[in-house]
């Protein structure tokens, strides 16, 4: 993640503009916007654009583009939607990658890339599983925590360092060997650290704040009960 300018071919960076810029598109165009005029939903989409700005700005890594952070990103899905959280997770990637050019570290040549492999990719995987949990477990507030929060995080973190670490394979950047020892492996234990960094923050959200959770219908998890 976090790839840096001449890292990957020309040809990589730029080809996954469209496709960027097709999936912005419509998360503009179908995002429910509307819920933003409420100004406390507002102030929430925002706070956690800040605070997932912080938490992405904390990275480590041993070579360039093998660098690991916490993503967040099945905590915003829950909260606001695929588009909403599309749309505030490319402010937030826009903010660091900006951060980085202020600080000499040019990042914009592969800005497209690292939105499908950090933004796009892990928003669709996190809202795969919200559905799966949904359709396939009981309607319990327990399984949507430890499911869809907990669970899927960690598999959305696992998935995204499988796409990236196939990026990094297929384009020749990086040797099979490498990443299978180098970079993956980390992303397992990556898993566990985002699993509990959603899911706690689900959990204190849905117990105090229900109405900042989107995904959670209390009428679904908890009115009706035989």
């Known amino acids: 993640m976090n790839f840096p300018d001449g890292l990957f071919p020309d040809a990589w960076a730029y080809g996954a503009i469209l496709p960027?810029?097709?999936a912005l598109l419509w998360a503009i165009l179908r995002a429910p916007w509307?819920?933003?005029?409420?100004?406390?939903?507002?102030?929430?989409?925002?706070?956690?654009?800040?605070?997932?700005?912080?938490?992405?700005?904390?990275?480590?890594?041993?070579?360039?583009?093998?660098?690991?952070?916490?993503?967040?990103?099945?905590?915003?899905?829950?909260?606001?939607?695929?588009?909403?959280?599309?749309?505030?997770?490319?402010?937030v990637l826009a903010a660091m990658t900006l951060n980085a050019s202020l600080n000499g570290?040019?990042?914009?040549?592969?800005?497209?890339?690292?939105?499908?492999?950090?933004?796009v990719f892990p928003v669709f995987v996190a809202h795969a599983i919200l559905r799966g949990v949904e359709r396939w477990l009981p309607a319990n507030i327990f399984i949507f925590?430890?499911?869809?929060?907990?669970?899927?995080?960690?598999?959305?973190?696992?998935?995204?360092?499988?796409f990236a670490s196939l990026l990094l394979l297929v384009s020749g950047t990086y040797a099979l060997d490498l990443l299978l020892h180098e970079y993956f492996p980390f992303y397992i234990l990556l898993g566990f650290a985002e699993a509990w960094l959603n899911g706690a923050a689900i959990t204190l959200m849905v117990v105090y704040y229900p109405r900042w959770v989107g995904s959670f219908d209390d009428r679904r998890y908890l009115w009706q009960k035989k």
């Not at 869809?148 to 995204?160: I, M, P, S």
């Open 145 to 162: 925590i430890f499911g869809a929060a907990f669970f899927g995080a960690a598999l959305c973190v696992v998935a995204t360092g499988v």
């Open 34 to 91: 509307k819920r933003l005029a409420d100004s406390g939903q507002l102030n929430v989409w925002l706070g956690t654009i800040v605070v997932l700005s912080v938490v992405w700005s904390m990275k480590a890594g041993v070579k360039p583009g093998l660098n690991l952070h916490l993503l967040g990103v099945t905590a915003f899905t829950l909260m606001f939607g695929r588009q909403l959280a599309l749309a505030g997770l490319s402010i």
């Open 105 to 119: 570290v040019q990042a914009w040549q592969p800005f497209a890339l690292n939105a499908l492999v950090m933004v």
């Open 20 to 22: 960027y810029l097709l």
